[in-house]
């Protein structure tokens, strides 16, 4: 199973390297808001589509816009299963509205793992 947040090339490799009824979760298009040449809501990517069909491979979407109960249930499942120690999410936290400037660039260069923040 592949979850995608990112699309363009990212998808693409995915999709290429799939196994046989491999499953792909498409939830977003970082791709598209990260551009080079500005925020866009294009993320264009070009796939094999008879490779998806040979390979037997599932796309589907999701937006939890869709189930608006959804994101609270995420937190709820996910606050449970951080105090258990059943998971754990890699974060970068930064302090301060002034570091935000900070906190996008090194994002943006690939060099900060898991969920990134600013703690006002």
Request: proline content about 3%; glycine content about 8%.
């Amino acid at each position: 199973m592949y979850v995608d947040m990112v699309g363009g090339a990212h998808l693409q490799a995915a999709v290429e390297v799939a196994r046989h009824g491999a499953r792909f979760v498409l939830l977003g298009a970082l791709s598209a808001e990260l551009a080079v040449k500005g925020a866009t809501k294009v993320a264009p990517v070009e796939l094999d589509l008879f490779q998806l069909i040979l390979k037997g491979v599932t796309l589907r979407r999701y937006s939890a816009d869709d189930d608006p109960d959804a994101f609270n249930e995420w937190l709820q499942c996910l606050a449970e299963w951080q105090q258990l120690g059943s998971i754990h999410l890699p974060a970068s936290k930064f302090i301060g509205i002034e570091s935000a400037p900070r906190a996008l660039h090194e994002a943006c260069l690939g060099r900060l793992k898991g969920l990134v923040y600013v703690e006002l």
